[in-house]
């Protein structure tokens, strides 16, 4: 049964003005989950019960990015609950665009970041990406889906690329204006800064989760151009806000070009990451799909 859509407000949604009162904090720092969803009909009920019922999480803010779907529908069937702070764009602006409305109405000091489409999302990945900030040991948590051996997320070039991620708040407000241009960009961004900064930062494996790639979502021709567009977004991020291109363009002597090779290297990581990404995907889809098929006599 279709959903009927509801008529958008004209502003950017209904937003609370205050932490809710089942609030509850017991000496940790509050936490807003920050969920920016695009076309994500199908999953992202799932993944906002899961942070309702996380103890960790005391506030959510969920960004419709001006979905075609009915995704605006399923955002407004949680508009109920206390925790749930709605905001809903009435265009499609990008991923950077829609988390910084997040980061700028959320309320906690530790932002965790969780993407719409997660499959098997579960309140125990939740602990396991905040407990190193929560116990100081970092400055910022990457948590990855992993299906592989151990020796396999040492050397993972994912991990970088993942949306799942725990930052204090006051660390990346700064950022804002640079992460509401940078589009499918902002995860480079993000730790380019972190990197300039000198900022820690931590990867954990999270074991059975599942974040569908584009070529499981849409057609193999629309995906290939979200990927290239994808691309194209993260050398802009990087060559349009990053403070790292200003340093490198400066003629000082041997810091330049340690500088410079330190984007580049960041930029092919990120861009190898992707496609690499795309191909081992597809390449198990097929093995799958030959082994599930009948087995032909020779």
């Avoid at 407990?131 to 100081?136: E, V």
Wanted: proline share 5%.
């Amino acid at each position: 049964m279709d959903i009927p859509k509801p008529p958008r407000d004209q502003t950017k949604g209904i937003v609370e003005e205050k932490m809710p009162e089942t609030c509850i904090t017991l000496g940790r720092p509050t936490c807003t989950a920050i969920v920016c969803a695009y076309n994500e009909e199908m999953t992202l009920a799932d993944v906002l019960n899961v942070l309702l019922e996380s103890r960790q999480v005391d506030e959510i803010v969920v960004v419709d990015d001006g979905s075609t779907d009915n995704t605006l529908s399923v955002m407004n069937c949680f508009a109920k609950h206390q925790k749930v702070r709605s905001i809903s764009l009435l265009r499609n602006r990008g991923k950077g665009h829609a988390m910084a409305e997040g980061i700028l109405n959320a309320q906690g000091k530790i932002l965790l970041f969780v993407d719409a489409d997660l499959l098997n999302l579960d309140t125990a990945y939740i602990d396991l990406i905040l407990a190193p900030l929560l116990a100081g040991k970092t400055d910022m948590v990457i948590g990855y889906p992993s299906r592989g051996p151990d020796v396999w997320n040492v050397v993972n070039l994912f991990r970088p690329l993942s949306g799942e991620r725990a930052v204090f708040h006051k660390d990346i407000l700064p950022l804002v204006a640079q992460i509401r241009d940078s589009r499918y960009g902002v995860e480079t961004l993000i730790n380019l800064h972190y990197r300039r900064e000198g900022k820690r930062v931590c990867y954990i494996p999270l074991r059975g989760l599942i974040h569908p790639i584009k070529l499981e979502k849409n057609k193999p021709s629309e995906a290939l151009e979200m990927y290239t567009r994808e691309a194209f977004q993260i050398a802009q991020a990087v060559a349009l806000h990053h403070p790292f291109v200003i340093s490198a363009l400066r003629p000082d002597g041997g810091g330049t070009k340690r500088l410079w090779n330190e984007i580049v290297e960041h930029m092919r990581e990120d861009l190898l990451a992707r496609h690499l990404q795309h191909a081992c995907r597809d390449a198990k889809h097929t093995v799958s799909q030959f082994r599930e098929s009948p087995r032909r006599g020779l």
